[in-house]
T-cell receptor
């Protein structure tokens, strides 16, 4: 069964550095999403992406964050000037349509030192 | 107000028995979708079941069924014949379809432990 893949599984970065989290959505899916989950807390929506542009974003998704689909398969989340509080599990998800279930990747655990 | 409320932080169930995990939601939009996800200790998020606000029948997927009570704004997950592998965190989530677009909300989760 096709799945969403995320790399790396664990990223350790110094505070203030930029980090790029990568995702390969399911190939016939058109909608892509990023979520984050701070340890022990609930999953929080960051952004959704469709047709090469952001369709929705939450209050969390400020100027520090950006998303890109640099080619036909990858979907990236860039976090500039990382802060300690950016430490979290970041999940990528994709869905076939806006109203279809979202399938999640295994997540990238981001640790900011 | 919370968009998704899961009032059971932890639940225990005997193997082979059924268990209901509660979820209530808050929206004024007529169009929305409700999801349940399972998160094992390994951390990945696994989609279980989906219910659209206009769906007439309760969703079922194998041992999972969604008890959708629209008037009460509840979307409880029922797991029948529990298995040891069902031990995990379970998250209820909602996609809210407003005039300004779609937003997504997760509950705080319920930790389910299946006892042999």
């Amino acid at each position: 069964e096709p799945e969403v893949t995320q790399t790396p599984s664990h990223q350790v970065t110094q505070m203030g550095q930029e980090v790029i989290l990568r995702c390969v959505p399911i190939s016939n899916h058109l909608y892509f999403y990023w979520y984050r989950q701070i340890l022990g807390q609930k999953v929080e929506f960051l952004v959704s992406f469709y047709n090469n542009e952001i369709s929705e974003k939450s209050e969390i998704f400020d100027d520090q964050f950006s998303v890109e689909r640099p080619d036909g398969s990858n979907f990236t989340l860039k976090i500039r000037s990382t802060k300690l509080e950016d430490s979290a599990m970041y999940f990528c998800a994709s869905s076939r349509g806006a109203y279809q279930p979202q399938h999640f990747g295994d997540g990238t655990r981001l640790s900011i030192l | 107000a919370q968009k998704i409320t899961q009032t059971q932080p932890g639940m225990f169930v005997q193997e082979k028995e059924a268990v209901t995990l509660d979820c209530t939601y808050d929206t004024s939009d007529p169009s929305y979708g409700l999801f349940w996800y399972k998160q094992p200790s390994s951390g990945e998020m696994i989609f279980l079941i989906y219910q659209g606000s206009y769906d007439q029948q309760n969703a079922t997927e194998g041992r999972y069924s969604l008890n959708f009570q629209k008037a009460r704004k509840s979307a409880n997950l029922v797991i029948s014949a529990s298995q040891l592998g069902d031990s995990a965190m379970y998250f209820c989530a909602m996609r809210e379809d407003s005039n300004t677009g779609n937003q997504f909300y997760f509950g705080t989760g319920t930790s389910l432990t299946v006892i042999p």
